[in-house]
Nanobody, 132 residues
Framework: HLQLVESGGGLVQPGGSLRLSCVAS????????IGWFRQAPGKEREGVLC????????YYTDSVKGRFTISRDQAKNTVYLLMNSLKPEDTAVYYC?????????????????????????WGQGTLVNVSS
């Protein structure tokens, strides 16, 4: 059974930081493409950060560039979304997802964009609330 479980969400003040975790079971996360997505109330789901393929290049949506980054812990089969300088507009449910890697000639934004439907495993989400 392939599963992803997110954790680490919560209430944080503007300007604060959070680290979200995404733990995989039933498969080795390091062999897969990874995406972090978010959905704010009343809005469509948005791709935040995606790693598509073997070269490890990372796509960031414009609104999080310079503030969010990803890290991996192979031993724990876990990826982390590190979020700094949080803003109220970052409030959303955050999801991680995994899917097959794609060749390097694919657009860097592939899985954060039109390719998100081909991500095979999704977590249940964790709520991030940025508020004073």
């Amino acid at each position: 059974h392939l599963q992803l479980v997110e954790s680490g969400g919560g209430l944080v003040q503007p300007g604060g930081s959070l680290r979200l975790s995404c733990v995989a079971s039933g498969f080795t996360l390091d062999y897969y493409a990874i995406g972090w997505f978010r959905q704010a109330p009343g809005k469509e789901r948005e791709g935040v950060l995606c790693i598509n393929g073997d070269d490890g290049s990372t796509y960031y949506t414009d609104s999080v560039k310079g503030r969010f980054t990803i890290s991996r812990d192979q031993a724990k089969n876990t990826v982390y979304l590190l979020m700094n300088s949080l803003k109220p507009e970052d409030t959303a449910v955050y999801y991680c997802a995994a899917g097959p890697r794609v060749p390097v000639y694919y657009s860097r934004s592939y899985y954060c964009g039109e390719g998100h439907r081909y991500l095979e495993v999704w977590g249940q989400g964790t709520l991030v609330n940025v508020s004073s």
